[in-house]
């Protein structure tokens, strides 16, 4: 069998993404008043080890794939980049070699995309990307769920992005074109997603420039914190984003039962106000919670049972 990768969302598909998805939702249900360091019932990854590596800090990414691991019935193994041979010169492709006789899969949170492209090259066991500069596809599994758990259908959706055409954005439209919704980003110029990445949603996607429009109609309205980890010029850049904040005035222009999404870390004052992302539109913390149960589906097609 092919070793699985889940580096963007598009080496899954659209229909493992939704079998994911569905997995995902009914094994969460399954556990509801559960004590969270329970094992599943059938521990599908009984004696599977993943290990992994953080080049950047992490909360959600570090606790949910941690205890994806251990409730699916295995173990893993963190390891800090500066604290690893990695972190003084050895090569990704060796460290893929290496830890592929150790462990069951890697899950790497890094910056350059290149990296975790190499990792999965040379690596002989399934990895994931918890996250690059370039995508963020276990956090849009964990929107995709919580959209679908809100009671609401992918099929024709309407999503609004507000700010900055980052990581999260380009793994939100290559969503939209597998999953046959649409779109709608208002970015300030200068800080606009790759057209590449808008032409992959095969017309699911656009780019205005008038936040107004980009959330009029909208079913949710996403936005992510502007100045992200290591970023240089942040006073620039926060007066660029300042007029895309999500505020009640903007959230009043999408529909009245639209939702409110972030993926944290969030910055209350800058890129949302706190009337937004703690009032009853907001599903922040079913979508940070939802980071573990999207993560054991991943975790579980990369081993071949879903898909």
């Not at 699985?4 to 009914?26: E, K, P, V, Y």
């Not at 972030?262 to 940070?288: K, M, N, Y």
Request: proline content about 4%; overall charge negative; charged content about 20%.
């Amino acid at each position: 069998m092919t070793t699985r990768h889940f580096l963007n969302l598009s080496d899954a598909g659209a229909d493992a993404i939704a079998a994911m998805l569905d997995d995902a939702l009914t094994r969460k249900q399954a556990r509801s008043n559960w004590p969270k360091g329970q094992v599943d019932a059938d521990a599908p990854l009984a004696g599977r080890v993943l290990a992994m590596i953080f080049e950047k800090n992490s909360t959600r990414t570090r606790v949910s794939f941690d205890m994806a691991i251990r409730q699916l019935g295995g173990q893993s193994i963190v390891m800090e980049a500066g604290q690893m041979q990695l972190g003084r010169g050895e090569t990704v492709a060796d460290t893929a070699r290496v830890l592929s006789g150790y462990v069951d899969a890697i899950m790497i949170r890094t910056d350059d995309h290149a990296k975790v492209e190499e990792m999965a090259r040379y690596a002989s066991v399934p990895v994931i990307n918890g996250l690059t500069d370039a995508s963020h596809p276990c956090q849009i599994m964990a929107d995709l769920l919580t959209v679908i758990e809100s009671g609401k259908s992918l099929p024709g959706l309407k999503v609004a992005w507000l700010g900055d055409g980052n990581n999260v954005l380009a793994s939100i439209v290559e969503a939209a074109g597998l999953m046959h919704f649409d779109v709608v980003a208002a970015c300030p110029q200068g800080f606009q997603p790759d057209e590449e990445a808008i032409t992959r949603a095969s017309g699911r996607a656009r780019v205005v420039a008038d936040p107004r429009e980009a959330v009029e109609g909208a079913d949710i309205v996403v936005t992510d914190t502007w100045i992200s980890m290591g970023q240089a010029q942040a006073e620039t850049k926060l007066a660029a984003m300042m007029p895309y904040q999500v505020d009640a005035a903007l959230m009043a222009q999408a529909k009245p039962d639209a939702k409110f999404l972030h993926c944290l870390p969030a910055h209350r004052g800058e890129e949302v106000t706190p009337e937004v992302i703690d009032g009853t539109q907001s599903l922040i913390w079913a979508e940070a919670e939802n980071r573990l149960h999207a993560q054991k589906a991943i975790l579980r097609w990369c081993f071949g049972q879903i898909g």
